[in-house]
């Protein structure tokens, strides 16, 4: 399998000011963790998104990565990339193509701020910054975020999941569309500690499990969307490979979690499995992303009897998924 990054910037009629996302393209090249790196822009410079997709799957590339070298959530990533996105896995479905969050808030760039205000001043009278360890700025991060958030609406468990979805989106929105099951936490949390396994639509949501908890308790994650057989039956029955990796996964459903970040039809197909008692889950983690038919499988996962944990909205993603599970795992460890 071949993975191909794609860094989206928003690009400049300037063209040396364009020259910026070469050299990040360049760092990660170095670091030569993927097959392909490449740069496209949204604007002003070639290549452009499907051009540098394209140029991907010349290359070989069976897996599509695209990170928004972006700051804010402006018109780009909350219109124009999704619908790009879209219409790129329907012109490429065998291709399996997901799309990270942008930059966003991050204490990292917080401490860039400073240095370069540092560099600036340079007369010696300013307090250095502080270097801070990665443990230290996740909890300076949830330190933040408990100033930020009013929690007390929330059951106590219900909190870690919460504070841990903000913290990952770097967006406190979240706290006012994350709707939970009365016994979400409780199901998962006795799934986890059975070692029951965790199924997901996409590899993006697999890999940002800590399986290493996971795997303490007996459990594995599983997700089929790259399979053979998958993608040939996804092929002949024009369907999404997310929703048949779900079927195919139906016998082994039951007792464990579904986490689904990605994909709204892996999420029905999840829904239609139980309708027809061919799988009952102990927990539904459905947080599809997207303007087409994921707020309206989260509104239908609503309905469900079965314990769930979902938003409300076209926001989501991978990483919330992830999120969400590594909360759990958390929880389930420290009780």
């Known amino acids: 399998m071949k993975t191909a990054v794609l860094v989206i910037a928003h690009g400049s009629r300037l063209k040396a000011a364009n020259e910026d996302l070469y050299g990040i393209v360049r760092w990660l090249r170095a670091v030569d963790r993927w097959e392909i790196v490449d740069p496209c822009f949204l604007q002003f410079e070639e290549p452009n998104l499907p051009q540098a997709v394209e140029h991907a799957l010349n290359q070989g590339a069976d897996k599509i990565v695209l990170v928004p070298f972006l ?29 990270t969050r942008h930059l966003g808030i991050d204490e990292r760039l917080a401490q860039m ?65 994350l709707v939970f099951h009365p016994e979400a936490v409780s199901a998962g949390m006795e799934a986890i500690k059975k070692g029951r396994n965790i199924f997901t639509d996409v590899n993006m949501v697999k890999t940002g499990i800590d399986k290493k908890i996971l795997a303490h308790f007996g459990g594995k994650v599983i997700c089929r969307v790259a399979s053979p057989s998958v993608r040939k039956k996804a092929e002949e ?29 892996a999420l029905r197909e999840t829904i239609r499995l139980i309708g027809e008692g061919k799988a009952r889950p102990a927990l539904i983690i459905g947080i599809p992303v997207g303007f087409v038919g994921a707020a309206e499988s989260k509104s239908e996962l609503e309905k469900l009897s079965i314990p769930f944990i979902t938003n409300r909205g076209t926001k989501g993603g991978s990483t919330v998924a992830a999120a969400i599970v590594n909360a759990l795992l958390r929880s389930a460890q420290s009780g």
């Open 113 to 177: 701020v400073i240095e370069r205000v540092e560099e600036t001043l340079g007369d010696g009278t300013a307090k250095p910054a502080k270097i801070l360890r990665p443990d230290e700025i996740e909890v300076e991060s949830f330190r933040i975020i408990e100033t930020l958030l009013d929690l007390s609406p929330f059951p106590e468990a219900f909190r870690p999941i919460i504070k841990r979805v903000v913290h990952t989106t770097g967006d406190p929105d979240f706290v006012g569309t």
């Open 237 to 265: 029955e024009g369907k999404t490979r997310a929703s048949v990796a779900i079927r195919a996964s139906a016998p082994a459903l039951s007792g464990g979690i579904v986490a689904i970040g990605n994909a709204p039809t």
């Open 71 to 99: 700051l804010f959530p402006g018109n780009h990533l909350q219109r124009d990339i999704p619908e790009e996105v879209a219409t790129l896995r329907k012109k490429y479905p065998q291709v399996e193509i997901s799309l």
